[in-house]
């Protein structure tokens, strides 16, 4: 299997090929001598040139972080040949962003239309929880496609609020 | 002692309570609100009752209700946490006209203290100094006198205010006029009343504050006090005990005082009096709180005591078991308070579902919990899940040691502020105690730098995401089954989702 | 202070040592065989190398494979833990010649206290109190004049002896000559040495233990004593500090003497030193532990202490960091020691899966353990899993709160000694400090008297048996296929099957 | 859907029918006002007559056991209408009762030939772990019907050894 993982903007091509007990692995073409083990659900050993990491993988709505000892990085991991990521490939190309709710919450406000501009940063939507608000903002300057959600509506961490080309 | 005690609270505090009652051999009674039947404190419970719906006002602020159970169950006293009604002296009335014990001070104490000029002019009257201005509300023109007279920069401040609503500092004559009444309307619109003091302002003041503990019998003791001093818009993030800045002398002075304000509101049970220090060790009074404290468990630490056993004996009409004599301090403890809030998107609170749950343990690591893995952080209350306390001979080993505590400790699928106490912990001015209450703002106004190191790991992370990707695709080829059935829980992400494959397989 | 240790250990003294070895910036070395690549101490060291297959001897045991990779990854200090190559002098010597620094005593201490009747020659010259009896080997002849001299009834002991190997009790001169020979040829067969020795028989005494700490410079103090005498077969069961029966002036003296003995054996670094008290509290020396005791978490919790912390500098050559007079005692700790093992089932091991571990956790309690859910249990080692200690403010205190802990401490999927511990801390004799070495083999003679109260859980159990069976049920008709998925995974039971199932829907 | 729970001898009937949120419980005909949730896989929050009940079920090998509190019973759960339950109730009702390994081990001995008259508490199959042998007997007496390891096999807990009838 090949993975492109993105991290901090930089992209690590991952190769790995899975034996009898173990994972051979590439990177950036590059072979790893890698020792890793599934302790528990979400929880990696992994072992390299005698070095051990506790590897755990956190997922909060949409995002995914790695946390390697107390260093923790946001990834983003691609399948070259996986249909969904030629899909999202597909749309970032197209410029498409999403706001996407950061936390579970209810939508308190609405700050903009369907077909208006926004600018990167402009406030779009508002959305509460534990009593506070929060401004969820324009990732980048376009038109607002598609608004998802309507004022009052209970919200999903990591669902799709709207879209802006 | 008693037979049965009511818990009017929820979360750590709830279950801290359940549990020194367990040891005591007091039935413990939960109370819960309809999006808490899952929590903690139900289960840890003897005995739990519905006590209404989500919002707070009509369950754990429902007296009424409360009351009724504690009447139904047979409860004989009512321990009502820190925060909800802990500081309610209406509430306190109604437990004694119900013939229910209130675990804490009389509502007479309650009262006075629930006043900052009333606090003020009794707290002045017993010889506690005060940060100098006046003691009672001011129109605009005494409050411009008294500014002259205690010399600018001066803190406009409403009396019935608290979290920092109705505060306003004003450094020069001139902004005297628009401040004072800005601040008036604020109060007004907060607290429904207007009344208004003023304090010279102190410059980077540290928060310290004495912990005193009284029987019903007229004995009055302190347990040293707690730094409290790294905060973020009033609330406390860290304490530790004992303070750095404070010597053997320092300390029983304070205490003197802490006991002297005390008696002088005829307190009982346990109580906080928080001072402010400024740069030259001078304290004065800030306000006294009327409940057990979030962070009493450095206290406990560094005092050997246990502060609820000893809330519930004292309620019971025990004596002190010990004199000032008998309280030594002995080593360093420091506690952190993990809150689901995202520190990266301005605190902003994150509840949701705890997916992974790894919580620190060993020498020297106490956690008090309120929250479990596969347990739904509920939008209703406040975001605090539990708290971290460590204890070790001094303070270097305590900060390595919480370190170490928190390198252990991992929540998935929800945000929290764990990433943020290392940023602290590693600070220079934190690790050499150089901290006021203006620390965390200005440490949180710089960019984080990151950790060393921290390249070498970022292939390490890199080629983990791929690991987990490729493990749970494989999972998702061999059963897609599976995949599909998990797939109705509707899991947000597909990475959630394959993680949940995964999980099947290592159980 | 060294930069790299490696321990030399697996389980939970292993992640113990690597947490003292993360809090003070040391980085540890793990190695473990292949049936541990999975364990804990593994996935917690900053480094891990695989040292051989499963038995012990090719790997734990294997001093020429450790030492190599200590050299190659370049650690100046090896930990050893306790059991395993603690009390091997060889290996302490073959590190020296490695440039390796042991971190214990000096071979030569190690020698001495590993010879039954060196160590006590060596005792009896520096003035320590001795069981009377011969401190030499003996010839038959020669052990029934000591016999005599003494009075029945007496101990045939051999000198290489441990564990009750080798070890007889005579009540009457007729049992001698049959004792003494069986006694002798059980040695040899066991130890590969014949020489026996002779002591009064003690009846049930106490086992109480001095913990004492020496630096390279000449300074050694004691750090109060361990009240141990709840065992099974040898075995410690739970440790408590202090013990009941010890007073300010019995501590001091048994304290000094284990001081003594420590400076006439040139000892360094942490030591116990076991002792024997009859009914009349007075104490003879049993014998002298030359490393860290699985049961030093009580002294730490008593003492404030950390000793690991403490061993790692006094390796590294730092003097002492404070002197006997700065040493005090508070509150009351007791530990209890988690084994993956069957009480009803004569305490038979019980490796396997941990499909489901809860921990104890908040005020006073610790635990110090090397597993996790779902790891599986090897069968190749000791069954000790984890420790639960718990620090209160006077004995009975702890001995409710470490109740309150075992009810919160759940381990799935494995037999443990769980339940033994509340009948224990329940018994009048234990409740009482009415203890001796026989105590435990007393209470298991005796059958276990179900709780007060269980004839109505009764019903609970069997509504929630059926509830599991339902909800399970439930969840193989709606979703068939992943049931079967899971069932691939060869679960033992259809019960363990659904559990599975159950546990897909509640992550 | 009804079961019979069987602890210490006592067997209960259990009626359990799911509703909307809730399930309605009737425990040997009497209507038992329960409030179950299941917080964690094997854990059960039970709420009866206000009374708080943490429930947990142990599973080790063949043997399942209710933990309530501190209290700990063994249990047996029949569905009269489940296929394997009335299998397993013929089976005991013929009589024969199987000899399952405790936990896992090794086969160092074998005490008895298939075909051979065994009494009830004789040792039949020795088992070893973690140094430490374990005798296990004969749960009957009667004929030691079958033998399904050898010495020296690797056993799993809850596996079937032996059958006597």
């Known amino acids: 299997m090949i993975y492109e993982v993105t991290i901090a903007e930089m992209v690590y091509r991952v190769e790995l090929v899975r034996t009898e007990q173990a994972w051979n692995c590439k990177l950036n073409g590059r072979v790893l001598p890698i020792d890793a083990v599934f302790v528990q659900e979400g929880v990696l050993s992994l072992l390299l040139d005698g070095k051990s990491y506790e590897v755990k993988q956190e997922i ?8 390697v000892g107390h260093a923790r990085f946001g990834v983003a991991v691609r399948d070259p040949r996986s249909f969904r990521s030629r899909q999202r490939a597909g749309a970032s190309e197209q410029g498409v962003k999403k706001i996407t709710a950061p936390m579970p919450g209810k939508v308190v406000r609405i700050m903009a239309a369907v077909g208006a501009q926004v600018e990167a940063g402009q406030s779009v939507i508002v959305i509460e929880a534990m009593k506070m608000q929060n401004e969820l903002k324009a990732p980048k300057s376009g038109v607002l496609k598609k608004i998802n959600v309507v004022e009052g509506a209970a919200v999903e961490a990591g669902q799709s609020l709207a879209e802006i080309e | 002692m008693f037979k049965k005690v009511l818990i009017a609270n929820r979360g750590e505090i709830a279950v801290r309570v359940i549990r020194a009652c367990r040891e ?6 939960a109370v819960f609100s309809d999006v808490d039947r899952n929590a903690l404190h139900v289960s840890k419970a003897d005995e739990a009752y519905l006590v209404g719906p989500a919002p707070a006002r009509e369950s754990y602020l429902n007296v009424a209700k409360i009351l009724e159970v504690a009447k139904r169950c047979g409860a004989e006293a009512i321990h009502p ?42 707290m002045k009257a017993a010889g506690v100094p005060m940060v100098p201005g006046s003691a009672r509300g001011l129109t605009l023109a005494e409050a411009e006198d008294m500014a002259a007279s205690v010399g600018f920069p001066v803190m406009i401040k409403a009396a019935a205010g608290g979290g920092g609503k109705g505060m306003r500092l004003v450094k020069s004559p001139a902004e005297m006029k628009s401040s004072f009444e800005t601040a008036q309307s604020e109060a ?42 790294v905060q973020r818009r009033h609330q406390k993030v860290i304490e530790e005990a004992p303070s750095a800045v404070i010597g053997e002398d320092m300390r029983q002075r304070m205490g003197a005082v802490a006991v002297q304000a005390a008696k002088s509101a005829g307190y009982t049970n346990a109580g906080t009096i928080e001072f402010l220090v400024d740069a030259q060790r001078n304290f004065y009074f800030l306000e006294m709180n009327t409940r057990l404290q979030v962070e009493h468990p450095v206290t406990e630490l560094v005092t050997g005591l246990d502060l609820v056993h000893l809330q519930l004996r004292i309620a019971s009409g025990e004596k002190l078991p010990f004199q000032q004599q008998d309280i030594t301090l002995r080593g360093h403890a420091i506690e952190c308070r993990l809150y689901a809030e995202d520190p990266e998107n301005n605190f902003f609170p994150s509840p949701g579902k705890i997916t992974k749950l790894l919580r620190p343990s060993g020498p020297g690591v106490r956690e008090d919990s309120g929250v479990y893995e596969g347990w739904t952080v509920p939008l209703d209350y406040d975001p605090m899940l539990a708290k971290l306390i460590v204890y070790a001979a001094d303070r270097p080993a305590a900060i390595a040691r919480m370190r170490r505590a928190l390198d252990e400790y991992f929540v998935g699928g929800i945000k929290t502020n764990l990433g943020l106490f290392r940023r602290i912990l590693e600070h220079p001015d934190f690790v050499a105690a150089r901290i006021d209450t203006g620390f965390l703002d200005r440490l949180l106004a710089t960019k984080a730098a990151a950790s060393t190191g921290t390249e070498s790991l970022a292939e390490i992370a890199a080629v983990s995401a791929a690991l987990f990707a490729a493990a ?6 061999q059963n897609s089954s599976a995949t599909t059935e998990i797939a109705q829980q509707s899991q947000p992400s597909a990475w959630k989702r394959t993680a949940r494959t995964e999980g099947v397989r290592n159980e």
Chains 1, 4 share one sequence.
């Open chain 1, 60 to 67: 909060i709505g949409a995002e995914t972080n790695i946390v």
């Open chain 2, 24 to 29: 005591m051999g007091i039935a413990s009674v």
């Open chain 2, 81 to 122: 946490g820190y925060g909800f009604l802990s500081e309610n002296a209406a509430f306190a009335r109604a437990c004694a006209d119900a013939r229910v014990k209130f675990i804490g001070p009389p509502p007479s104490a309650m009262e006075l203290m629930g006043s900052k000029t009333r606090a003020r002019t009794a």
């Open chain 2, 188 to 229: 007004l619109r907060s607290f429904n009343d207007g009344e208004i003091y003023v304090e010279k302002f102190i410059e980077n003041p540290r928060h310290i504050e004495i912990q005193v503990l009284g029987d019903e019998h007229g004995n009055v003791v302190f347990l040293g006090e707690r730094e409290c001093s």
């Open chain 2, 472 to 477: 749970s695709a494989q999972k998702n080829s």
